[in-house]
């Protein structure tokens, strides 16, 4: 099973301020991950696929990067809006897995 | 606009059963793998099975496997998951999502059900 592991856990952020947060996978997956936001009691929503690849009715103040083990999901010029838990999840083998979340606070 | 549409869910004892259902809109069903996905409370996402557009192929994650059993009726645009023998750590909202092949992203997601396994 391939684990990927989310940094950081926690983070506490100003509006304007640009955030990134990290997923690293226990061995390589090339480009088979990807990002989603999920704002409390609501169900996740996807952000960004195959790693860097944009989903119609994002912001575009949300960007990935990455391949193999090491990925990052930017987000630009934060909004009070993007206050959420932000999960990775790859695709490339079964068990599919997610990485254990990165819950973001609004100051 | 697509749509899913969880029910099912609610309290049962440990051993106990429940067959949740996920009602789709909007797209064409048969066109798409279909996943359940849980998340415990206050945790995070776990995959839990998948199923092929015909049925034809069924994965799942090692801790529900002989317990619980994934389907589909194209006919009724509907998914299933029969869940047998729950056991506490099953407590979880489980959500259907979209998904066009298995190796793929997860585009749309239902608003989740909760079960809670609990005497």
């Known amino acids: 099973e391939i684990v990927l592991t989310q940094s950081p856990d926690f983070q506490s952020v100003t509006p304007k301020e640009k955030v990134t947060i990290t997923c690293r996978a226990s061995?390589?997956?090339?480009?088979?991950l990807h990002w989603y936001q999920q704002k409390p009691d609501q169900s996740p929503k996807l952000l960004i696929k195959?790693?860097?690849q944009s989903i119609s009715g994002v912001p575009s103040r949300f960007s990935g990067s990455g391949s193999g083990t090491d990925f990052t999901l930017t987000i630009n010029s934060l909004e009070a809006e993007d206050a959420a838990t932000y999960y990775c999840?790859?695709?490339?083998?079964?068990?599919?897995?997610f990485g254990q979340g990165t819950k973001l606070e609004i100051k | 606009e697509v749509q899913l549409v969880e029910s099912g869910g609610g309290l049962v004892q440990p051993g106990g059963s429940l067959r949740l259902s996920c009602a789709a809109s909007?797209?064409?069903?048969?066109?798409?793998?279909m996943s359940w996905v849980r998340q415990a409370p206050g945790k995070g996402l776990e995959w839990v099975a998948n199923?092929?557009?015909?049925?034809?192929?069924?994965y799942y994650v090692d801790s529900v496997k002989g317990r619980f059993t994934i389907s589909r009726d194209n006919a009724k645009n509907s998914l299933y998951l029969q869940m047998n023998s729950l056991r506490a750590e099953d407590t979880a909202v489980y959500y259907c999502?979209?998904?066009?092949?298995?190796?793929?992203?997860?585009?749309?997601w239902g608003q989740g059900t909760l079960v809670t396994v609990s005497s």
């Open positions: 195959y790693a860097s």
């Open positions: 999502a979209r998904v066009l092949l298995w190796f793929r992203e997860f585009d749309y």
């Open positions: 909007g797209f064409t069903f048969s066109s798409y793998w």
């Open positions: 199923i092929k557009q015909d049925g034809s192929e069924k």
């Open positions: 061995q390589s997956i090339g480009s088979s």
């Open positions: 999840h790859q695709s490339s083998s079964l068990p599919v897995t």
